[in-house]
Protein backbone atom coordinates (compact mmCIF):
# COMPACT_ATOMS: atom_id res chain seq x y z
CA UNK A 1 0.00 0.00 0.00
CA UNK A 2 1.61 3.35 -0.95
CA UNK A 3 2.29 5.70 2.00
CA UNK A 4 0.06 8.32 3.00
CA UNK A 5 0.19 12.00 4.34
CA UNK A 6 -2.75 13.11 6.78
CA UNK A 7 -3.50 16.53 6.08
CA UNK A 8 -5.96 19.19 7.82
CA UNK A 9 -8.61 21.28 5.49
CA UNK A 10 -10.56 22.78 7.85
CA UNK A 11 -10.67 21.06 10.88
CA UNK A 12 -11.12 17.87 8.47
CA UNK A 13 -8.24 15.47 8.42
CA UNK A 14 -7.97 13.16 4.94
CA UNK A 15 -5.23 11.27 3.79
CA UNK A 16 -2.89 12.27 0.51
CA UNK A 17 -0.35 10.29 -1.12
CA UNK A 18 3.20 11.04 0.63
CA UNK A 19 5.16 12.94 -1.77
CA UNK A 20 2.13 13.64 -4.07
CA UNK A 21 0.98 16.82 -5.29
CA UNK A 22 -0.92 18.49 -3.00
CA UNK A 23 1.70 16.87 -0.04
CA UNK A 24 4.20 18.91 -2.00
CA UNK A 25 2.54 22.01 -3.19
CA UNK A 26 -0.63 22.13 -1.31
CA UNK A 27 -2.44 23.91 -4.53
CA UNK A 28 0.21 26.06 -5.32
CA UNK A 29 2.78 23.98 -7.76
CA UNK A 30 6.07 24.86 -9.32
CA UNK A 31 4.71 24.98 -12.89
CA UNK A 32 8.05 24.52 -13.94
CA UNK A 33 8.78 21.50 -12.06
CA UNK A 34 5.20 20.38 -13.55
CA UNK A 35 6.33 20.56 -16.91
CA UNK A 36 8.88 18.39 -16.52
CA UNK A 37 6.86 15.57 -15.83
CA UNK A 38 6.33 12.97 -18.54
CA UNK A 39 2.56 12.99 -18.57
CA UNK A 40 1.75 17.13 -18.80
CA UNK A 41 1.26 18.01 -22.03
CA UNK A 42 2.43 21.27 -21.29
CA UNK A 43 1.27 24.30 -18.97
CA UNK A 44 0.89 27.01 -20.78
CA UNK A 45 -2.53 26.93 -20.44
CA UNK A 46 -2.20 27.52 -16.57
CA UNK A 47 0.35 30.71 -16.79
CA UNK A 48 -2.48 32.19 -18.19
CA UNK A 49 -4.82 31.96 -14.89
CA UNK A 50 -2.57 32.78 -11.99
CA UNK A 51 -4.30 31.73 -8.39
CA UNK A 52 -5.49 33.96 -5.35
CA UNK A 53 -5.44 32.84 -1.96
CA UNK A 54 -9.08 32.83 -0.56
CA UNK A 55 -10.69 31.48 2.47
CA UNK A 56 -12.86 28.56 2.45
CA UNK A 57 -15.39 25.94 4.05
CA UNK A 58 -12.23 23.53 4.16
CA UNK A 59 -9.76 26.30 5.38
CA UNK A 60 -7.42 28.67 3.12
CA UNK A 61 -6.67 27.45 0.02
CA UNK A 62 -5.47 28.34 -3.59
CA UNK A 63 -8.05 28.81 -6.64
CA UNK A 64 -8.60 27.56 -9.23
CA UNK A 65 -7.43 23.97 -9.07
CA UNK A 66 -5.16 22.74 -11.75
CA UNK A 67 -5.85 19.43 -13.43
CA UNK A 68 -2.78 18.43 -15.87
CA UNK A 69 -3.77 15.77 -17.99
CA UNK A 70 -6.98 14.88 -18.18
CA UNK A 71 -9.62 12.74 -20.05
CA UNK A 72 -13.54 12.82 -20.06
CA UNK A 73 -16.36 11.13 -21.62
CA UNK A 74 -19.94 12.34 -21.79
CA UNK A 75 -23.35 10.96 -22.99
CA UNK A 76 -25.75 13.09 -23.64
CA UNK A 77 -29.30 11.91 -23.65
CA UNK A 78 -32.87 13.51 -24.52
CA UNK A 79 -35.44 12.85 -21.50
CA UNK A 80 -38.72 14.19 -20.94
CA UNK A 81 -39.08 17.73 -19.24
CA UNK A 82 -41.87 16.32 -16.76
CA UNK A 83 -39.17 13.95 -15.46
CA UNK A 84 -36.50 16.28 -15.35
CA UNK A 85 -38.78 19.11 -13.26
CA UNK A 86 -39.46 16.62 -11.03
CA UNK A 87 -35.47 16.51 -9.95
CA UNK A 88 -34.72 19.98 -10.67
CA UNK A 89 -34.81 22.73 -7.60
CA UNK A 90 -36.25 25.54 -8.34
CA UNK A 91 -35.34 28.39 -9.81
CA UNK A 92 -33.70 26.04 -12.43
CA UNK A 93 -34.96 25.98 -15.71
CA UNK A 94 -34.40 22.98 -18.01
CA UNK A 95 -32.47 23.68 -21.38
CA UNK A 96 -35.25 22.61 -23.72
CA UNK A 97 -34.37 20.64 -27.55
CA UNK A 98 -38.09 21.04 -28.57
CA UNK A 99 -41.04 21.00 -26.28
CA UNK A 100 -41.01 18.71 -23.96
CA UNK A 101 -38.02 17.10 -24.29
CA UNK A 102 -34.95 18.49 -22.32
CA UNK A 103 -30.97 17.05 -22.01
CA UNK A 104 -29.61 14.67 -19.69
CA UNK A 105 -26.02 13.42 -19.30
CA UNK A 106 -23.86 10.75 -17.61
CA UNK A 107 -20.00 12.13 -17.54
CA UNK A 108 -16.99 10.61 -17.01
CA UNK A 109 -13.89 11.73 -15.62
CA UNK A 110 -10.23 10.62 -15.04
CA UNK A 111 -7.70 12.87 -13.75
CA UNK A 112 -4.07 11.55 -14.16
CA UNK A 113 -2.09 14.80 -12.85
CA UNK A 114 -3.75 17.15 -10.82
CA UNK A 115 -3.27 19.79 -7.96
CA UNK A 116 -5.24 16.93 -5.46
CA UNK A 117 -3.49 14.12 -7.02
CA UNK A 118 -4.96 10.99 -9.54
CA UNK A 119 -8.44 10.69 -8.70
CA UNK A 120 -11.38 9.70 -10.88
CA UNK A 121 -15.69 10.80 -10.83
CA UNK A 122 -18.71 9.73 -12.46
CA UNK A 123 -21.65 12.25 -12.82
CA UNK A 124 -25.40 12.44 -13.72
CA UNK A 125 -26.45 16.05 -14.47
CA UNK A 126 -29.18 17.54 -15.85
CA UNK A 127 -28.83 20.72 -18.53
CA UNK A 128 -29.94 23.70 -17.40
CA UNK A 129 -30.57 27.43 -18.87
CA UNK A 130 -28.22 29.76 -17.86
CA UNK A 131 -28.94 31.82 -14.70
CA UNK A 132 -30.89 34.89 -15.26
CA UNK A 133 -31.83 33.71 -18.80
CA UNK A 134 -34.77 35.08 -20.28
CA UNK A 135 -35.49 32.51 -23.07
CA UNK A 136 -34.08 29.79 -25.28
CA UNK A 137 -33.18 30.85 -28.86
CA UNK A 138 -31.03 28.58 -30.99
CA UNK A 139 -27.62 29.69 -30.11
CA UNK A 140 -28.51 28.34 -26.38
CA UNK A 141 -28.85 25.05 -28.10
CA UNK A 142 -25.96 24.81 -29.90
CA UNK A 143 -23.58 25.90 -27.88
CA UNK A 144 -24.91 23.82 -25.29
CA UNK A 145 -24.57 20.20 -27.81
CA UNK A 146 -21.08 21.79 -28.99
CA UNK A 147 -19.83 22.10 -25.53
CA UNK A 148 -18.22 25.70 -25.63
CA UNK A 149 -20.55 26.76 -22.18
CA UNK A 150 -22.93 24.17 -20.84
CA UNK A 151 -24.42 25.17 -17.64
CA UNK A 152 -25.27 21.89 -15.61
CA UNK A 153 -26.96 20.67 -12.27
CA UNK A 154 -25.35 17.48 -11.02
CA UNK A 155 -27.91 15.44 -9.42
CA UNK A 156 -24.99 12.67 -8.14
CA UNK A 157 -21.23 13.13 -8.45
CA UNK A 158 -18.75 9.97 -6.55
CA UNK A 159 -15.48 9.86 -6.59
CA UNK A 160 -13.02 7.34 -5.57
CA UNK A 161 -10.98 9.47 -3.53
CA UNK A 162 -11.22 11.70 0.61
CA UNK A 163 -9.71 14.57 -0.75
CA UNK A 164 -11.81 14.88 -3.88
CA UNK A 165 -15.32 13.95 -1.99
CA UNK A 166 -14.51 16.60 1.20
CA UNK A 167 -13.21 19.41 -1.30
CA UNK A 168 -16.43 18.62 -3.66
CA UNK A 169 -18.88 18.35 -1.13
CA UNK A 170 -17.53 21.17 1.68
CA UNK A 171 -15.95 23.47 -0.52
CA UNK A 172 -18.12 23.57 -3.90
CA UNK A 173 -21.36 21.96 -2.44
CA UNK A 174 -21.57 18.71 -5.38
CA UNK A 175 -23.30 15.71 -4.34
CA UNK A 176 -20.11 13.40 -3.75
CA UNK A 177 -19.43 10.58 -1.57
CA UNK A 178 -16.51 7.89 -2.28
CA UNK A 179 -16.62 4.57 -3.81
CA UNK A 180 -14.21 2.42 -6.03
CA UNK A 181 -14.17 3.90 -9.94
CA UNK A 182 -12.62 2.78 -12.82
CA UNK A 183 -12.09 4.82 -15.56
CA UNK A 184 -10.49 4.07 -18.60
CA UNK A 185 -10.40 6.15 -22.18
CA UNK A 186 -7.87 5.98 -24.98
CA UNK A 187 -7.84 6.05 -28.30
CA UNK A 188 -9.75 2.84 -28.85
CA UNK A 189 -12.43 2.66 -26.33
CA UNK A 190 -14.03 3.85 -22.90
CA UNK A 191 -14.84 1.91 -20.09
CA UNK A 192 -16.17 2.23 -16.87
CA UNK A 193 -17.30 0.63 -13.44
CA UNK A 194 -18.86 2.02 -10.42
CA UNK A 195 -19.34 0.13 -7.23
CA UNK A 196 -21.91 0.45 -5.34
CA UNK A 197 -22.31 0.32 -1.07
CA UNK A 198 -22.10 -3.33 -1.35
CA UNK A 199 -19.57 -4.03 -3.64
CA UNK A 200 -21.77 -4.50 -6.54
CA UNK A 201 -22.31 -2.67 -9.64
CA UNK A 202 -23.84 0.93 -9.31
CA UNK A 203 -23.26 1.79 -13.24
CA UNK A 204 -20.72 0.56 -16.20
CA UNK A 205 -19.84 1.59 -19.71
CA UNK A 206 -18.51 0.32 -22.67
CA UNK A 207 -18.18 2.26 -25.77
CA UNK A 208 -15.76 3.01 -28.73
CA UNK A 209 -13.73 5.91 -28.93
CA UNK A 210 -14.86 8.26 -31.52
CA UNK A 211 -12.16 9.45 -33.74
CA UNK A 212 -10.08 12.06 -32.28
CA UNK A 213 -9.27 15.79 -33.85
CA UNK A 214 -6.05 17.53 -32.52
CA UNK A 215 -6.02 20.98 -31.34
CA UNK A 216 -3.06 23.39 -30.11
CA UNK A 217 -3.20 24.05 -26.30
CA UNK A 218 -5.57 27.55 -26.12
CA UNK A 219 -7.29 26.83 -29.17
CA UNK A 220 -10.43 25.51 -28.09
CA UNK A 221 -11.32 26.18 -24.47
CA UNK A 222 -14.52 25.06 -23.22
CA UNK A 223 -16.73 25.71 -20.27
CA UNK A 224 -19.03 24.66 -17.82
CA UNK A 225 -20.73 26.40 -15.52
CA UNK A 226 -22.34 23.86 -12.04
CA UNK A 227 -24.95 25.67 -10.06
CA UNK A 228 -24.91 24.32 -6.42
CA UNK A 229 -26.48 25.46 -2.79
CA UNK A 230 -23.92 26.08 -0.09
CA UNK A 231 -25.23 27.11 3.12
CA UNK A 232 -28.85 27.56 1.41
CA UNK A 233 -27.24 29.83 -1.39
CA UNK A 234 -27.00 29.22 -4.89
CA UNK A 235 -23.47 29.36 -6.18
CA UNK A 236 -22.18 28.99 -10.03
CA UNK A 237 -19.03 27.08 -10.43
CA UNK A 238 -16.69 27.49 -13.56
CA UNK A 239 -14.59 24.87 -14.68
CA UNK A 240 -12.43 25.63 -18.53
CA UNK A 241 -11.49 22.85 -20.59
CA UNK A 242 -8.47 23.39 -22.52
CA UNK A 243 -9.23 20.88 -25.70
CA UNK A 244 -6.01 18.87 -26.73
CA UNK A 245 -7.63 15.96 -28.74
CA UNK A 246 -11.44 15.21 -28.55
CA UNK A 247 -14.23 13.48 -31.11
CA UNK A 248 -18.07 13.52 -31.13
CA UNK A 249 -20.46 10.63 -32.22
CA UNK A 250 -24.04 11.48 -32.85
CA UNK A 251 -26.58 9.12 -32.42
CA UNK A 252 -23.87 6.80 -31.66
CA UNK A 253 -23.49 3.00 -32.13
CA UNK A 254 -21.91 0.40 -29.69
CA UNK A 255 -22.62 2.19 -26.61
CA UNK A 256 -23.02 -0.08 -23.57
CA UNK A 257 -24.33 1.79 -20.24
CA UNK A 258 -25.86 -0.53 -17.67
CA UNK A 259 -27.42 0.76 -15.10
CA UNK A 260 -27.65 -1.69 -12.03
CA UNK A 261 -28.06 -0.82 -7.71
CA UNK A 262 -26.64 2.27 -6.80
CA UNK A 263 -27.49 6.33 -5.89
CA UNK A 264 -25.82 7.02 -9.44
CA UNK A 265 -28.49 4.53 -11.11
CA UNK A 266 -31.11 5.50 -9.48
CA UNK A 267 -30.42 9.00 -10.21
CA UNK A 268 -30.15 8.63 -14.06
CA UNK A 269 -33.72 6.08 -14.36
CA UNK A 270 -35.01 8.93 -12.39
CA UNK A 271 -34.90 11.22 -15.44
CA UNK A 272 -36.79 8.25 -17.81
CA UNK A 273 -33.95 9.24 -20.48
CA UNK A 274 -35.34 8.36 -23.65
CA UNK A 275 -32.23 7.97 -25.94
CA UNK A 276 -28.30 8.49 -26.70
CA UNK A 277 -28.07 11.54 -29.35
CA UNK A 278 -24.37 12.60 -28.64
CA UNK A 279 -21.04 10.78 -27.22
CA UNK A 280 -18.25 12.91 -26.36
CA UNK A 281 -15.10 11.78 -25.83
CA UNK A 282 -11.46 13.74 -24.81
CA UNK A 283 -8.68 11.68 -24.56
CA UNK A 284 -6.32 14.54 -23.78
CA UNK A 285 -7.33 17.47 -21.93
CA UNK A 286 -6.58 20.10 -19.21
CA UNK A 287 -8.70 21.88 -16.69
CA UNK A 288 -8.88 24.93 -14.60
CA UNK A 289 -11.69 24.49 -11.73
CA UNK A 290 -12.45 27.65 -10.07
CA UNK A 291 -14.00 27.89 -6.70
CA UNK A 292 -17.73 28.62 -6.46
CA UNK A 293 -19.13 32.41 -6.72
CA UNK A 294 -22.14 33.22 -5.21
CA UNK A 295 -25.18 33.88 -7.74
CA UNK A 296 -28.50 35.00 -8.52
CA UNK A 297 -30.97 32.98 -10.03
Known amino acids: MAATTTVDLGGHQVDVPSGGFFDRYRMRPDLDAIAADPRVPGVDFFRTQPKTHVDTPIGPTWTPNFYYAISTARLTMLAPTSA ?91 PKWVTPIDVEIDDARVTSRVTNDAGGTDLTLSAPTPAQKVSPSGARVSSLTSYTRIDGDWHATL ?15 GVQLTLGEGRLSDDLRSLKPIRTIQFDVMTRGQLALHLPAPTSL
Do not use: W
Open 84 to 174: IRRRLPEPLDPLEVAPGLGLVSTMFFRYDVCDIDFYTEVATAIAVKPARHGGLGPIDLVAALKNDHLHAYVLSLPVNTAIAQLRGKEGYGF
Open 239 to 253: SQTNVLAAGTTRLPR
